[in-house]
T-cell receptor, first 112, second 111 residues
Framework: DGGITQSPKYLFRKEGQNVTLSCEQNLNHDAMYWYRQDPGQGLRLIYYSQIVNDFQKGDIAEGYSVSREKKESFPLTVTSAQKNPTAFYLC???????????FGPGTRLTVL | QKEVEQDPGPLSVPEGAIVSLNCTYSNSAFQYFMWYRQYSRKGPELLMYTYSSGNKEDGRFTAQVDKSSKYISLFIRDSQPSDSATYLCAMRNTGGFKTIFGAGTRLFVKA
């Protein structure tokens, strides 16, 4: 089955910790994205990558970091510099030149 | 002012009703319009995709774009309890890389 997987489904972080959220796709998509979703707000773009070894900041990149070493994988690290990290994090991917994005099931991060 | 405005609802309708969900936008450069359905604690799934103005129909769903009014709609005919979800509109301009999402409208279809 082709699709996007995210792990873990739920993640708890203590103050001052860095945590990494996993995103893997087997759709052979070139582009991958990370969004943050908060209640009552639209999806906000954190980072995106159009090709391997290249990525760009989105609207709310502060306190986050990413890597794109493989086409299939786009992990997101939430660093201790992110002051309000509790949110639902969504990974998406798309084919180059296409506008439709396909989403993973999400990771809910809670800061304790 | 947000680039995309969407009434958060909730919208509650009886089973079998016709549902109308709407978004307005301010950027006249948007050319690509999408509707996503998101069930609670799940990732959004793409429902409809349209380019520029006009209508597109897929089963019980019809997407409508009125670029002159900067207004898009999603109609759901014969609504079912399984349609209960949050519906997100999304749009993008030609050559742009960023997709702008509405905040979503929560829909409840009562059996």
């Amino acid at each position: 089955d082709g699709g996007i997987t995210q792990s873990p489904k739920y993640l708890f972080r203590k103050e001052g910790q860095n945590v990494t959220l996993s995103c893997e796709q087997n759709l052979n998509h070139d582009a991958m994205y990370w969004y943050r979703q908060d209640p009552g707000q639209g999806l906000r773009l954190i980072y995106y990558s159009q090709i391997v070894n290249d990525f760009q900041k989105g609207d709310i990149a502060e306190g986050y970091s990413v890597s794109r070493e493989k086409k299939e994988s786009f992990p997101l690290t939430v660093t201790s510099a992110q002051k309000n990290p509790t949110a639902f994090y969504l990974c998406a991917s798309s084919t180059a030149g296409r506008n439709e994005q396909f989403f993973g099931p999400g990771t809910r991060l809670t800061v304790l | 002012q947000k680039e995309v405005e969407q009434d958060p609802g909730p919208l509650s309708v009886p089973e079998g009703a016709i549902v109308s969900l709407n978004c307005t936008y301010s950027n006249s450069a948007f050319q690509y319009f999408m509707w996503y359905r998101q069930y609670s604690r799940k990732g959004p799934e793409l429902l409809m995709y349209t380019y520029s103005s006009g209508n597109k129909e897929d089963g019980r769903f019809t997407a409508q774009v009125d670029k002159s009014s900067k207004y898009i709609s999603l109609f759901i005919r014969d609504s079912q309890p399984s349609d209960s979800a949050t519906y997100l509109c999304a749009m993008r301009n030609t050559g742009g890389f960023k997709t702008i999402f509405g905040a979503g409208t929560r829909l409840f279809v009562k059996a």
